[in-house]
């Protein structure tokens, strides 16, 4: 007896799914604008046309380039200290593609392999388990963080600890759901027939059928810890306040909204096109991970 595994795609029907992808006009332009996004922050030494720590008191609170009193060697203008905003803004997206994209890796492995284990092992284990998301679920997630980055001290990796140990209920959850229904399936059973152990059957026949499901929870986590983080910088206690970050610079530029707007809208502008490209990509992802779009 051979076990039955989960559907396998054809090439006609990868071929399909992709072409159904391409007329998606509005995932298109997510994915080409996280996808520059991701250049931009990957190569922001290279591209960026200041230092983002320097200071020129002489052009401070400069306005766009574009505007009557602008200076187009400051494309977007220049914030209180006489710092770029462009460059500012391009090192403020490694900040914030990295701890997005750590977070939701550390958080999906932690969820996903207590949503796995939960799932297809139940009784007393996944009581227990589950009992612990419920209890995490009734603290805040924001406070949840704050609280545990006021104690441990600001820094990079203590933010992306946070939000990736914070963030891994989501994940169990959705996971261990799909895991009750996919266990009883037919493949699952005759591979338990002919003797393959657990560990193997979550592997080869539950985790590729969860991927459609984790790629969308993935997504969204980055897109949510990318606005947490921003949150936490904006507070004060994100990543230390000499890293460029786009929190940080909204909470330079809000003394100046009414009059120097620049300051904080284009941070805010970018982390909210950010986040929104992140969210509609997440739904590309979905629809080419799901085992269903395969079938011809």
Not at 56 to 80: K, N
Not at 190 to 212: C, F, K, Q, S, Y
Not at 224 to 252: C, F, H, R
């Amino acid at each position: 007896m051979t076990a039955v595994t989960a559907t396998v795609p054809t090439a006609r029907a990868r071929r399909g799914a992709v072409r159904a992808v391409l007329r998606n006009r509005l995932g298109l332009v997510a994915v080409i604008v996280l996808a520059v996004m991701v250049l931009v922050a990957v190569f922001a030494p290279l591209i960026a046309p200041y230092d983002p720590g320097a200071q020129d008191l002489l052009v401070r609170l400069r306005p766009p380039a574009w505007t009557a009193a602008g200076d187009s060697s400051h494309l977007l203008g220049t914030d209180q200290l006489g710092r770029d905003i462009l460059s500012r803004l391009f090192y403020g997206a490694r900040i914030s593609l990295l701890v997005g994209a750590c977070a939701a890796l550390l958080a999906g492995i932690v969820g996903s392999v207590i949503g796995l284990v939960a799932g297809f092992l139940g009784g007393w284990f996944d009581r227990i388990l589950m009992r612990l998301a419920d209890i995490q679920l009734a603290f805040p997630s924001i406070l949840l963080a704050l609280a545990i980055v006021g104690f441990l001290g600001s820094g990079l990796w203590y933010v992306v600890l946070v939000l990736g140990f914070t963030g891994w209920v989501s994940y169990a959850r959705v996971i261990r759901s799909e895991v009750l229904s996919l266990r009883t399936r037919d493949y699952v059973t005759e591979a338990r027939a002919i003797g393959v152990g657990d560990l193997t059957i979550m592997r080869r026949h539950l985790l590729p059928n969860v991927m459609a499901p984790l790629a969308t929870i993935g997504t969204l986590h980055v897109a949510a810890a990318i606005v947490a983080e921003a949150s936490l910088s904006y507070l004060g206690l994100g990543v230390p306040k000499q890293t460029v970050t786009w929190g940080g610079m909204l909470s330079d530029g809000q003394l100046y909204l009414g009059t120097s707007w620049w300051v904080a809208v284009f941070p805010g502008l970018a982390l909210m096109i950010t986040a929104l490209a992140v969210n509609i990509t997440g739904d590309v992802l979905r629809d080419v991970a799901d085992p269903k779009a395969y079938r011809s």
